[in-house]
Structures are given as structure tokens and as C-alpha cells.
């Protein structure tokens, strides 16, 4: 689905626990008057927001790495990005509101270099009444009754390209799909129709609410915002509130259930899980997903959040710890049925976040091998613990040494496999200092600056902890210091990556902390995440976009067109700088034909492979669903034909695997099967092993003899 590709923009960290983005949300308020259709003072900038127009502007076209001139090209994009960020989906704006506005359209760089803001909050005066014109028209849509849809009618769920609605009877035509989605959404989530009634009529009077009480600060962060992404998806501006909020580290009384979040408009969007969060380790919340509503308890209702401001479902998730939160979620799978998920509370220890290791036995008889496997959620470090001097403070680079030094001694292993798949990234020192277990001393990463400036980082160590075969098993969801460290294993030819082709994300970002430029308020001003520096791979490419192309490429149920670096509009792209001078390891180039013959031949062959690939193709096929029925009766016959199809799947391979087969897909979620993936990772590592120990000639001599 096309929303899946803007998932990191702007993203921004609260704590471990949750984080947030600055991205335009919806306020929780007590106000009547927007519900009742009033709409309050037109806003307009404060003095403090002219000063840092300015200074927003002069950091960007100054310091960022994107060297970009403030030009009526890139007006249009702005102007693009804020229409976008206020009305996605063309529900609000007319035709005739975007004819209007766009007088300027080709004004708002000179006006943005100046301070000069009255564009943006009369573009925002303008959303502002068209949201409570279709705030009254749903209501009306409601208590006129939903009737008059065909089991073939249907609503385009994503309509970010759709034309501007020319008059208002078409918009309300929208309005009437819109509002019979959302009741049948409810419906399936199993609500009387008197209760969807009261659910819809509560959330449409909340988006009037948010709308009508935005203040002049929540206008110019969606504005600059609009600006910031415009650069590149990673720099945004924070709001005063967003920055005070960025330094908190919620402990003891307040727990989280370990995700990353986003407001995507009416939605909140869980956009990633946290390793070693509630959430993670329940595994029935899924990147994608958006959150519908929250229930304390057990049996506590569930309270629609739909509309509501990020913070605020943030606010409602959090709770004590240990105690019980329900979500309701609406599966980014393509399934229109909302699930509920109940989770306990819980921070996320660095333990739960730590690498872990076992052993993997491929072949049988004389040619079992042991495979040893360190899974690395993240490349993390106790900088508090360091910083205070502990001299035995956790990082990766320490957990693994001595998890490699356990596996050799209790009974050895023939390979390695580094498992990083769905490792966002973290410290570069540690990325840096963990490439020196396995490549002692060698070059590790290019930091190029703006300014032209190269920095080589390589690692200080003296002795290499394992020499072993290795493999390096990546995802699409393996980011920055995964590819940091997948790349250098790949340039020195010191290991096989095997996986997807990761996320492509290689650009460094600073906090700028906007109190630091002498504005003349005694209020907080903000700050500035700014693009400063990109990554570059030693052999000179970088991994901004193109990220670390596996050596052996294994199926995914995610689609690279609809997520990953390259798939986020205005992302800074791919370039190549000078090589960094270092020995390549040249033997895995000769071994490398052979091995990914032997390991085509296997996978074709392997019952358990071929039906996780076509479970996969199938997973793929429902990321492009982009619309829904418009009746229960067709609404519900595509809910249970999906879950009959993916249960089908489901059911597959856990006969291949001798398990008992499940008549409800939602048991899945509990009872995992084995990693196929994996295992196909250990015996590729074994297959290395094996190459390693012929002679040349026969490595060729087999080649030739399966060409044949």
C-alpha cells in the first residue's frame, strides 16, 4: 500500500518505550463549539515563529547536507507537502480551495526566507472550516442511516493521488463511503450498530475539535515540517513540546509497551517494534498496523482513538507497570478486520535487548555440522554505566565476544550466522568496534560530511575473535549500523550475507537545539534534526538507498517497492566516493557461484522453503489491496476468505513440520513454527564450509557437472 512508504518520515524518539514524530495530529479537547460546528479565531503567527522561520531557513540552505536553493521549484514542493500533511486523502479541500490557494504556490520560498508565514496559516484557516463542513455532513450521513450500497461498491482506501472532489456533492459522495468504511470496520470488530453510531458520532465531533483548536505552535510545526521533509525524510523540526517530551526517559511508574508509533493524519501507526518490548515479544502487533482504540484491563472499554493527537494515545497507553493494556488494532495485511491485542505493561530491559545465541545441527551422520547463531536486535551500549566508569558496562561488542567464546567451548561450532533481521541500527561505535571481532584493524565505514570532509572509521583491535565461516543474515528492516556492519563484512569478503536487500538508510543526523541563536523569547524555541553527513561503504558506495545487496537473496514477505529508504519521497540518494585502500579477502569469490548453485538445487527441492515462498508472494499480493466492500455481507465474505486463504498457508507448512494443524489463524500468532529462513542461513554457512575444504578444480568440476 502506497501509505507504507512515507512510515519514516520525520520519525522522533520519546524514550525506549514509545516513540513519536512531529507530524500534524489531532488535539483532545473539551470544547463544544467545534463539535457544534463553530469555528474559532482565524490563527495567525506569533512574533517568536517569524524569528524562527528565519532560522529554520537558514539552517537548512545552509547546513544540510542536501545543498538545495530556496527557489520557486521547491516552493511547489512545499506546497505540495503541506496541502499533503493537512488532507492526504482529499477529503477536506475542494478542487476550487486548491485553484484559490494556489496564488502561492510559487511564493512561499521568498515569504519563508523572510519569516513571512501568513501563507501557511491561511492555508490552515482554510482546512480548518472545510473540517467542519464535513465534520456536519458526516453526522448528518449517520443519522440519515447507511443504506443504498451495492455488494460490488467499493472505497479506494488510499487516495493520496486521487483529483480534488470539483464540488461539494462529490465530496460528500466521498464522505458517504468514508463513514459506511468506518461503521463496517467497527462492525467486524463485532459493535452493535447503535454503539458504531455513538463510537463515529464521538470521533467526527473530535476531528472538529482538533481542527478548531490547533494553536499558532501546532500550525508552524506542521508548516515547517513541510519544509524539513522537503530535504530529506529524516530532518524535521520539533516543537518546543516534542523537544521536552524527546528528553524524557520514562521509568518505574510508567511503562510503555515498546513502539514506535507515528500520527498518520486521523491514525496513529505503529511504524516498529521495540526488541525486547511488550509488543515485540506478544508479536501479534506488526509494523503497519494502526491503533483503533485502547482499553485498560482486562475488561475495561475500549476507548476510540481515532482522530486523537499522539501524545494523547501515547498518554492513554502508557500505565503502571506490569499492569494490563488492550489495543485495538487494524492489521496492516490487507485483512479490514480489527483484532484486539492484550499486553502487560513492561519496560524494556537491556537484557530483553541483548544478543542471544544456540546452536543450529544441519545434515545427518558424518556431516552434521554446528552452526552457532547470535541474534542482535540492535547495536546497543550502557552509555550511563561507561560514562560512570563501570568498567563492566553491556554493549554488543562485549555480549558477543563472550557469547562466541561460550559456543567454542561448549562443544564448538563449523560456522557462524549473525542474525541482524529487524535490527534498526544504534550506536555506530559499536557497529564499528563489532566488525573488529571479525576483522581486526580493517576500515569499517566513510563518514562524509557537507563540506567535502571524509572521515575512516576502523575498529583498534589487534586479534580477530572468530575466523571462522561466517554469515551475515539481513531484512528489509536491517538499517543503518546493521548495514554498516553487513557492508564492511561484504566489502572484505570475510563473510556471505544472506536475507533481503536492507532498508537503505545512510544518512547521519545532529539535534540543533534553536535556543542556541539568540531568539528573543523566554519561551522554548525547539530544535532542528538536521541531515549532516552520509555513510559510504570502504569500496566507496554508500548504503543510502541502495543499502547491502544480500550475496544470496532469500524470500520476504515484504515488498521492497512499498518500504524501505528508496521508497520515501525526497530521500537523499545514492553516491559513490573514493574507495578506502584495504586487503579483500578473494577466496569467497571463487566459492560463491558454487555455493548459491548448491543452495538454488537444495531450496528447490525443499518442501518447507517453496511453501514459505509462495506464503510470501501471497503476503506481498495483499500489501497492493487498496480498497474494501462497502456492505457487511461483502465486507465480511472478504474478511473470511482472506483468513481462509492465509490459514490455508498457515496449515501448509506446519504439515511439512509434522504439527497439528490450526482451524483459527489468530492461534498462529502463539504457536510459532520453525524459522525456515534461518535454518536455510545455517546450512548455507555448512555449504561454506564444505567449499572451503575443496580444491578448486573440484569446485569447477561440480559446477560444470550440474550445467550439464
Same mark, same amino acid.
Given at each position: ?26 488535539? &483532545?479537547? $473539551?470544547?463544544?463549539?467545534? $463539535? ?14 517569524? &524569528? ?69 496559516? &491561511? ?29 460490488? /461498491? ?5 487516495? *493520496? ?16 463511503? %468514508? ?31 482538533? $481542527? ?41 511508574? #510508567? ?53 486523537? !493527537? ?9 500505565? @503502571? ?80 565476544? !563472550? ?62 575473535? +572468530? ?7 539481513? /531484512? ?62 570502504? *569500496?566507496?558506495?554508500?548504503?543510502? &538507498?541502495?543499502?547491502?545487496? =544480500?550475496?544470496?537473496? #532469500? =524470500?520476504? =514477505? ?90 490455508? +498457508? ?6 511439512? +513440520? ?23 542461513? $545455517? ?11 575443496? @580444491? ?9 557437472? %550440474?550445467?550439464?
Amino acid at each position: 500500500m502506497k501509505w507504507m512508504r512515507n512510515r519514516y518520515r520525520g520519525l522522533i524518539m520519546l524514550s525506549l518505550l514509545v516513540l513519536l514524530t512531529p507530524l500534524a495530529g489531532h488535539v &483532545q479537547s $473539551a470544547s463544544d463549539d467545534a $463539535a457544534n460546528g463553530k469555528v474559532g479565531t482565524p490563527l495567525a503567527p506569533e512574533p517568536i515563529h517569524i &524569528q524562527k522561520a528565519r532560522l529554520v531557513s537558514d539552517l537548512l540552505s545552509q547546513h544540510h547536507y542536501r545543498t538545495q536553493i530556496i527557489d520557486d521549484k521547491l516552493s511547489q514542493t512545499v506546497f505540495d507537502a503541506y496541502l499533503d500533511a493537512l488532507d492526504r486523502d482529499r477529503y477536506y479541500f475542494l478542487a476550487e480551495d486548491i485553484e484559490d490557494l494556489s496564488r502561492y504556490r510559487n511564493r512561499l520560498d521568498s515569504s519563508f526566507r523572510r519569516g513571512e508565514l501568513t501563507a501557511a496559516y &491561511q492555508i490552515f484557516n482554510r482546512y480548518q472550516k472545510r473540517v467542519k463542513e464535513r465534520v456536519s455532513v458526516a453526522k448528518a450521513i449517520l443519522n440519515d442511516g447507511l443504506e443504498g450500497f451495492a455488494d460490488d /461498491d467499493r472505497i479506494e482506501l488510499d487516495r *493520496s493521488e486521487a483529483k480534488w472532489a470539483k464540488t461539494s456533492e462529490e465530496l460528500d459522495e466521498l464522505w458517504r463511503k %468514508r463513514v459506511q468504511h468506518d461503521a463496517l470496520t467497527l462492525r467486524l470488530a463485532d459493535q452493535e450498530w447503535d454503539r458504531v453510531k455513538e463510537i463515529l458520532t464521538a470521533r467526527y465531533e473530535r476531528l472538529a475539535r482538533a $481542527a478548531n483548536e490547533h494553536s499558532p505552535e501546532d500550525v508552524f510545526e506542521i508548516y515547517m515540517n513541510a519544509w524539513a521533509n522537503t530535504f530529506d525524510p529524516h530532518t524535521a523540526y520539533m516543537s518546543p513540546r516534542l523537544s521536552e517530551n524527546f528528553d524524557i526517559h520514562m521509568r518505574l511508574s #510508567l511503562e510503555g509497551i515498546g513502539a514506535v508509533l507515528r500520527s498518520e493524519h486521523d491514525m496513529t501507526e505503529v511504524v516498529e517494534l521495540v526488541p525486547g518490548g511488550p509488543a515485540a515479544e506478544n508479536g501479534r502487533i506488526q509494523p503497519g498496523d494502526r491503533i483503533l482504540a485502547v482499553g485498560q484491563g482486562k475488561d475495561g472499554e475500549l476507548e476510540d482513538v481515532v482522530g486523537w !493527537r499522539l501524545q494523547d494515545v501515547v498518554d492513554l497507553i502508557r500505565g @503502571p507497570k506490569e499492569s494490563v493494556v488492550r489495543i485495538q488494532v487494524l492489521p496492516s495485511s490487507g485483512d479490514t478486520t480489527p483484532r484486539v491485542v492484550e499486553l502487560v505493561r513492561n519496560e524494556v530491559k537491556l537484557e530483553a535487548q541483548a544478543a542471544q545465541s544456540k546452536v543450529l545441527e544441519t545434515g545427518t551422520g558424518d556431516d552434521k555440522q554446528r552452526i552457532g547463531v547470535i541474534k542482535l536486535p540492535t547495536f546497543y551500549m550502557d552509555f550511563q554505566a561507561a560514562d560512570a566508569g563501570d568498567r563492566n558496562y553491556r554493549s554488543t561488542t562485549r555480549d558477543v565476544r !563472550r557469547l562466541i567464546a561460550e559456543l567454542e567451548e561448549d562443544g564448538g561450532i563449523d560456522g557462524l550466522v549473525i542474525d541482524l533481521r529487524g535490527n534498526g541500527g544504534g550506536s555506530l561505535r559499536e557497529a564499528t568496534e563489532l566488525t573488529g571481532l571479525f576483522l581486526p584493524g580493517a576500515p569499517v565505514v566513510q563518514v562524509r560530511r557537507s563540506s567535502g570532509d571524509v572521515e575512516i572509521l576502523r575498529d583498534s583491535s589487534s586479534e580477530a575473535v +572468530y575466523d571462522g565461516p561466517l554469515a551475515v543474515m539481513v /531484512d528489509r528492516f536491517s538499517a543503518s549500523a546493521s548495514e554498516i556492519f553487513a557492508a564492511a563484512i561484504q566489502d572484505h569478503g570475510r563473510g556471505i550475507i544472506v536475507g533481503q536487500q536492507t532498508f537503505g538508510k545512510g544518512t547521519v543526523q545532529n539535534l540543533v537545539d534553536l535556543d542556541h541563536f539568540g531568539l528573543r523569547s523566554r519561551d522554548p524555541a525547539g530544535r532542528l534534526k538536521l541531515t549532516i553527513a552520509k555513510f559510504y561503504r570502504v *569500496s566507496g558506495g554508500s548504503t543510502q &538507498q541502495r543499502g547491502v545487496v =544480500p550475496d544470496i537473496t #532469500l =524470500p520476504s =514477505p515484504v515488498s521492497p517497492d512499498e518500504f524501505g529508504e528508496d521508497a520515501v519521497g525526497n530521500a537523499l540518494p545514492w553516491g559513490e566516493i573514493r574507495a578506502v585502500s584495504f586487503r579483500r579477502e578473494r577466496a569467497l569469490d571463487t566459492l560463491l557461484p558454487a555455493l548459491r548453485e548448491r543452495h538454488e538445487s537444495r531450496s528447490a527441492e525443499d518442501k518447507a522453503f517453496q511453501a514459505l515462498l509462495d506464503e510470501y508472494a501471497y503476503l506481498r499480493s495483499l500489501q497492493r489491496v487498496d480498497s474494501a466492500p462497502l456492505t457487511e455481507k461483502a465486507r465480511r465474505a472478504e474478511r473470511d476468505r482472506l483468513q481462509a486463504e492465509r490459514l490455508e +498457508y498457515i496449515n501448509r507448512r506446519r504439515e511439512i +513440520y509434522g504439527l497439528e494443524k490450526l482451524d483459527s489463524i489468530e492461534h498462529d500468532l502463539l504457536d510459532k513454527m520453525p524459522d525456515t529462513l534461518l535454518e536455510t542461513a $545455517a546450512t548455507i554457512v555448512a555449504d561454506l564450509r564444505d567449499l572451503a575444504s575443496l @580444491p578448486a578444480a573440484d569446485i569447477e568440476k561440480t559446477l560444470q557437472a %550440474r550445467g550439464e
